[in-house]
C-alpha cells in the first residue's frame, strides 16, 4: 500500500511569522521606500500648482485657483474611508498596486493640461492613489511591527512620504526657476510613479501578521460588530478620544491645505521668486517628515497626548510669526515653516498610534481610514477657507483664521484624548 508523501512546505509557508520592527525590517524598509514614492508624488504640486493656476490659466478668483486642492482632500479623504472597507475584501497589496496604478496619468496631466479643469481631474486621480496607496504602507508597517512600535513605525512612515515631498517641492521650485512652471518640474513625477509600482509589486502581503495579532489580542466585547458604520461612529464621535484625534488630524491638515494654496501666492505678492518659495514649501515639509523619526520614537515613550497638544501650539504660533514677520517676507517664511513642520512632526505620528491604540485589531483598518477620512478633510476645508476668506477679506486674514482654529484644537485635544498603554 503507497503512501503520499506531504509536499514541502513552500518558503513563504516555511518563514515564522513573527510582530516586531528587527523582525520584519527588510520588508518595513521596502516599504519605506514606496511611502517615499507617494510623498514624492503629490510634493509635485506644492511649489508650481498655484502659481500655475493664477499665472498660466489666469484664475483671477483664489477660491478658484484652490480648487484643485479642495478636488484633492475630498476624493483622498473618501478614499482613505473606503480603503479601510476595502481591505476586508482585498488584501493590502492589491490595494497598494491598484493606487499607484490610478497614478500614472497625474504627472503628464499635469505637465500638458491644455485647461484648469483637466488640473482638477489630475487631482481627483491623485487623490485617490494617495488615499489607497498611502493608507496601505502605513497599514502594513503597523501590521508589521505589533502594538509596541506603533510610534516608531508610523514616524518612519511619514518621515519618508513627507521627506519625499518636501524634497520634492524644493526641487520643482529650482526646476521652475530654470525651465519654466511646466512641463520640466512636473515630469520628475514619473519616476515616482514607476518606481513606486514596481517595488509594491515585490512587497508582501501582511495578512498573516494581522491574524497572529488577532490571535494575541482579546476579542471584542460581544454583541460589537466590525461594520464599517460603527466604526466610523466610534472614531468620530462615541470614543472621546477618538475623537479628540480625529478633530485634531483634521485642523492639522486644514493648516496644510491652507498653506498649500496661501503661502505660494503671499510671498510671490511679497516679492520672492519661485526658488525662495520653493524653499519655503520644501522646508515645511522636509522637517515634518524627518521629525517624525524622533518623535514617533519619542511617543512611544512619553506618550500621545503631550505630542498632538504641544504640536497644535507650535504649529499656531507659526501660522502667527509668517504674518508678524511678513515686512521681511523671507524670514517670515522660513520661521513659519519651521514651526509648521516641527509642530506637524509632533502631530502626526503621535495621532496616528493614539487611534490604533484605542482601535481593536478587528477594526483598526476601518477606524484608521475614518481617521484619515476626518484627518485629510482637512485639505479640503483648510483650501475652501482659505478661497473664501482671501476673496473676501485678503490672504492674511486666512492665516489669522487658521491660527485661532489650531490653538483652539490644540486645547480641545488635551481636555478628550486619554492615553492607553500598548498590549
Known amino acids: 500500500m503507497s503512501t503520499a508523501t506531504p509536499e514541502a512546505p513552500t518558503r513563504e509557508e516555511a518563514r515564522p511569522v513573527r510582530l516586531g520592527l528587527r523582525e520584519n525590517w527588510l520588508q518595513f524598509t521596502l516599504l519605506v521606500v514606496v511611502?517615499?514614492?507617494?510623498?514624492?508624488?503629490?510634493?509635485?504640486?506644492?511649489?508650481?500648482?498655484?502659481?500655475?493656476?493664477?499665472?498660466?490659466?489666469?484664475?483671477?478668483?483664489?477660491?478658484a485657483v484652490f480648487s484643485f486642492i479642495i478636488a484633492f482632500g475630498v476624493t483622498k479623504a473618501l478614499t482613505n474611508l473606503a480603503a479601510g472597507a476595502l481591505t476586508a475584501?482585498?488584501?493590502?497589496?492589491?490595494?497598494?498596486?491598484?493606487?499607484?496604478?490610478l497614478g500614472?496619468?497625474?504627472?503628464?496631466?499635469?505637465?500638458?493640461?491644455?485647461s484648469w479643469g483637466w488640473i482638477v481631474a489630475a487631482n481627483v486621480l491623485l487623490g485617490i492613489n494617495q488615499g489607497l496607496?498611502?493608507?496601505?504602507?502605513?497599514?502594513?508597517?503597523?501590521?508589521?511591527?505589533?502594538?509596541?512600535?506603533?510610534?516608531?513605525?508610523?514616524?518612519?512612515?511619514?518621515?519618508?512620504?513627507?521627506?519625499?515631498?518636501?524634497?520634492?517641492?524644493?526641487?520643482?521650485?529650482?526646476?521652475?526657476?530654470?525651465?519654466?512652471?511646466?512641463?520640466?518640474?512636473?515630469?520628475?513625477?514619473?519616476?515616482?510613479?514607476?518606481?513606486?509600482?514596481?517595488?509594491?509589486?515585490?512587497?508582501?502581503?501582511t495578512a498573516a501578521h494581522v491574524a497572529l495579532e488577532l490571535a494575541q489580542h482579546p476579542e471584542p466585547a460581544a454583541g460589537e460588530s466590525?461594520?464599517?458604520?460603527?466604526?466610523?461612529?466610534?472614531?468620530s464621535w462615541r470614543d472621546r478620544s477618538l475623537r479628540g484625534a480625529s478633530q485634531a488630524g483634521l485642523v492639522n491638515n486644514l493648516n496644510d491645505g491652507l498653506t498649500w494654496g496661501v503661502f505660494p501666492l503671499l510671498f510671490t505678492?511679497?516679492?520672492?521668486?519661485?526658488?525662495?518659495?520653493?524653499?519655503?514649501?520644501?522646508l515645511y515639509p522636509l522637517l515634518w517628515g524627518f521629525g517624525q523619526i524622533p518623535t514617533g520614537h519619542l511617543a512611544d515613550r512619553v506618550g500621545r497626548k503631550p505630542l498632538i497638544v504641544t504640536g497644535m501650539l507650535v504649529q499656531a504660533a507659526g501660522l502667527g510669526l509668517a504674518l508678524v514677520l511678513l515686512d521681511r517676507p523671507l524670514l517670515a517664511g522660513i520661521v513659519s515653516a519651521v514651526l509648521l513642520g516641527l509642530g506637524t512632526a509632533m502631530v502626526y505620528p503621535a495621532l496616528i498610534a493614539s487611534v490604533s491604540d484605542h482601535a481593536h485589531?478587528?477594526?483598526?483598518?476601518?477606524?484608521l481610514g475614518t481617521y484619515r477620512f476626518w484627518r485629510d478633510i482637512g485639505y479640503a476645508a483648510g483650501a475652501l477657507l482659505a478661497g473664501v476668506l482671501a476673496d473676501a477679506l485678503g490672504l492674511s486674514a486666512t492665516i489669522v483664521a487658521a491660527a485661532v482654529l489650531t490653538a483652539a484644537s490644540g486645547l480641545f485635544a488635551a481636555r478628550l484624548i486619554r492615553e492607553k498603554a500598548a498590549h
Open 89 to 101: 475584501r482585498f488584501r493590502r497589496k492589491q490595494l497598494l498596486v491598484a493606487g499607484w496604478l
Open 226 to 235: 466590525p461594520s464599517l458604520w460603527r466604526t466610523f461612529a466610534d472614531t
Open 269 to 282: 505678492d511679497h516679492g520672492l521668486g519661485l526658488a525662495a518659495i520653493g524653499l519655503i514649501k520644501g
Open 104 to 114: 500614472i496619468p497625474v504627472p503628464f496631466v499635469l505637465a500638458w493640461a491644455p
Open 361 to 367: 485589531p478587528s477594526r483598526r483598518a476601518n477606524s
Open 35 to 63: 511611502t517615499a514614492t507617494v510623498g514624492g508624488l503629490v510634493g509635485l504640486e506644492r511649489t508650481t500648482v498655484p502659481l500655475i493656476g493664477s499665472e498660466v490659466f489666469h484664475l483671477a478668483s483664489d477660491l
Open 133 to 205: 496607496t498611502w493608507s496601505m504602507t502605513v497599514n502594513m508597517k503597523i501590521d508589521l511591527v505589533g502594538p509596541a512600535r506603533r510610534g516608531l513605525a508610523t514616524g518612519l512612515n511619514e518621515a519618508a512620504g513627507y521627506a519625499s515631498l518636501g524634497a520634492t517641492a524644493l526641487i520643482t521650485g529650482y526646476l521652475a526657476t530654470s525651465y519654466g512652471l511646466r512641463p520640466t518640474p512636473e515630469l520628475i513625477g514619473v519616476v515616482f510613479v514607476v518606481a513606486g509600482l514596481a517595488l509594491s509589486l515585490a512587497v508582501r502581503d
